[in-house]
């Protein structure tokens, strides 16, 4: 039976087409954004849910060129060391863009916060239940950039512990992605590592299992 309380067709179509073509991106022009809109980005994210309404995030802008070079640096640091252990496929990691950070219009540090085990609800026996509600925020974040025509892009190539440093963060806080924000020339139109042929996606019935484990066959 259909609920009472669905949204109208237009509406839900319009859900599920920004799901769908939600992009992690990292080619953008570098035009500013409209004043307001990175607000409206932030208020979407504190609206995600969170373990124990612990709200888990913070946000750093980073307005300093100084500071995104620096940051840029660490990025390419950890993207090289990465490569080094991909042996075989270290070429062709490297012709992947992994980054934005020069060219976005916007440039936001997530993080946890310190004093964290202060929280036990829901996160006694699961303690990256913070964890999993900061990806809420910023998948509520995702969404709304592309629905507003803006791309984001989620970089998690550094040394967290260098990136605490350089924004003088206190010590059991925790840097946990780098958002590359700004407009774009276009949308990919599948997941770019899909479109390098870097990695292939499956569908959901490979990952669905009735009662007990199953075995995945996976590309990795
Ligand atoms: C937690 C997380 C960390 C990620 N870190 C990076 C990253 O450091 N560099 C990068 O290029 N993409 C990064 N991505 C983006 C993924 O590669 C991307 O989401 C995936 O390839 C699917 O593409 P799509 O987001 O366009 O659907 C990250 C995504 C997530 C969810």
Redesign the pocket.
């Known amino acids: 039976m259909k609920s009472q309380h669905s949204y109208s067709e237009s509406e839900k179509q319009a859900v599920y087409r920004v799901i769908k073509e ?5 080619h953008f022009t570098n035009e500013a954004l409209e004043d307001g809109l990175l607000m409206r980005l932030l208020t979407v994210a504190n609206q995600a849910p969170s373990v124990g309404l612990m709200q888990p995030w913070r946000f750093i802008r980073i307005t300093d060129n100084t500071l995104r070079a620096a940051i840029k640096t660490l ?1 390419e640091t950890e993207r090289n060391i990465t490569a080094d252990l991909l042996n075989q496929r270290k070429n062709d990691f490297l012709k ?4 934005g950070i020069s060219e976005c219009a916007e440039l936001i540090v997530v993080a946890l916060p310190e004093g964290r085990e202060k929280h036990l609800f829901g996160r006694r026996t699961m303690p990256d239940m913070d964890l999993a509600s900061v ?1 809420c925020a ?1 998948q509520n974040m ?1 969404l709304a950039a592309r629905a507003e025509g803006i791309g984001l ?5 550094f040394d967290p512990i260098e990136l605490a440093n350089l924004l003088n963060m206190p010590e059991d806080s925790r840097p ?3 958002l590359c924000i700004g407009h774009v020339e276009q949308f ?1 139109e ?5 479109e390098q042929n870097w ?1 292939k ?1 499956a569908e959901v019935e490979s990952f669905l299992f009735e009662n007990t484990w199953q075995e995945v066959e996976t590309t990795l």
């Open positions: 939600r992009r992690d991106m990292r990025v992947l863009k992994v980054e990806a910023i995702w892009g989620w970089v998690s190539l946990i992605a780098l990919y599948k997941p770019m590592l899909i990695a996606a």
